[in-house]
């Protein structure tokens, strides 16, 4: 009987320095070399807590508009680097994050990407973004959605800069290789497809706001699907009745995590407003302190009204008007908010994580227990 092939081979890597060599000659790795770095018994994240004061980076966005061409730099998009990730431009690992300023008369050739983004207007009149053909004024406190692959444009038609947050999964898209970016826009005229560089808008200016700001109740000659991509179908969530609806449920218990918070949703589908980021406004009433909480996604803050604190893994953070914090992935935090009430924007990429399987959520009880969910709503 002829020797088996394969154990003879096998006794010929009985030393495993040799073995090793073996296999590093055909680009194997042995698993208990790498078992470390994939049984965790908790995630790891080089991240930390961080916060960008709006006195700070205020003027360097509007400054960036007089010293930076436009045709260098596309967009003037001042990108804020996660304190554990510097010079990455990165402010979680699976988000970007940073503020946008426009000088007047300036505006975007329409665009496209893969990756989804999300704004809420900080400082200005005049800003507007058009996602669809739906052109959106933008007004303190509002919040504007780009869907993935939506065609979108944005501009100044005030007399003075205008500064806005942006939020993206574009790291994300990075990740995954699926990071496109499109500019060749056009529409059917004469039954011919001509490319332009700007959208022709719908005669309404903020339709989808018009359109849907009755709850439960839409336009039913129009479909509401976006078109190219995924997400809601109402691009524009204004701030004055978010901030009403606050308002009006302040008397609520609310969260003992979050006080009395809010959601945007699609009115297509009951879900996030897009697949891969969430979105909240939150009221912390006077003087109040919500329970520790963290969560497998990171979550972007940005103070509208009010001052406070959020103690992140031991890390105070004190915030007020317009400054911009972050709570990276597995990291407790919990907000104490100061003598007024406070009104906070977030965005999270839960949604994401959720659709994959890979949300964990611990939050604390009063009695100090911490408590696991995977995935359920909050």
Not at 96 to 119: C, D, L, N, T
Not at 220 to 247: C, D, I, N
Not at 285 to 304: D, H, P, W, Y
Not at 326 to 346: E, K, Q, T
Request: proline letters at 6%; hydrophobic letters at 35%; one cysteine or more.
């Amino acid at each position: 009987m002829s020797a088996d092939p394969q154990n003879a081979e096998a006794r010929e890597f009985m030393d495993r320095e040799t073995l090793g060599e073996a296999m590093a000659g055909q680009d194997i790795i042995g698993f208990w070399k790498l078992k470390h770095d994939y049984e965790l018994m908790e995630p790891y994240n080089p991240e930390k807590p961080g916060i960008w004061y709006y006195k700070a980076f205020g003027p360097l966005g509007f400054a960036a508009t007089k010293v930076i061409p436009i045709e260098e730099a596309d967009r003037r998009n001042l990108m804020f680097s996660n304190p554990g990730l510097p010079e990455s431009g990165l402010i979680t690992r699976r988000l970007f994050g940073g503020v946008q300023v426009i000088p007047p008369g300036e505006i975007s050739p329409v665009h496209g990407h893969v990756g989804a983004a999300v704004r809420v207007m900080l400082e200005g009149t005049g800003a507007y973004t058009t996602v669809e053909q739906d052109k959106s004024v933008l007004e303190r406190g509002d919040v504007v959605t780009n869907p993935s692959c939506a065609w979108h444009e944005t501009g100044n038609e005030g007399t003075d800069p205008v500064l806005w947050f942006d939020t993206l999964d574009v790291p994300f898209t990075k990740s995954m290789g699926t990071n496109f970016f499109f500019n060749d826009y056009g529409e059917i005229r004469d039954g011919q497809r001509v490319r332009l560089k700007h959208q022709t808008v719908k005669p309404r200016t903020d339709w989808s706001a018009k359109a849907y700001r009755v709850g439960g109740v839409r336009p039913a000659w129009v479909s509401h699907h976006v078109a190219r991509g995924s997400g809601s179908p109402l691009f524009l969530y204004k701030y004055e009745p978010t901030r009403e609806l606050l308002e009006s449920l302040r008397d609520d218990d609310g969260s003992p995590h979050d006080g009395v918070i809010v959601e945007y949703y699609s009115p297509e589908t009951g879900g996030s407003v897009l697949r891969t980021l969430g979105v909240h406004m939150q009221m912390l009433r006077q003087n109040e302190k919500t329970l520790e909480q963290r969560s497998t996604a990171g979550r972007i803050f940005v103070c509208l009204e009010g001052s406070g604190t959020t103690i992140v893994d031991g890390v105070e953070l004190h915030w007020e008007r317009n400054d911009v914090f972050v709570a990276p992935a597995w990291c407790w935090y919990r907000h104490v908010n100061g003598a007024a009430d406070s009104i906070l924007y977030s965005v999270t990429d839960a949604p994401a994580l959720r659709a994959l399987g890979h949300l964990v959520e611990e939050r604390k009880t009063r009695e100090g227990e911490a408590v696991r969910s995977y995935g359920e709503p909050r």
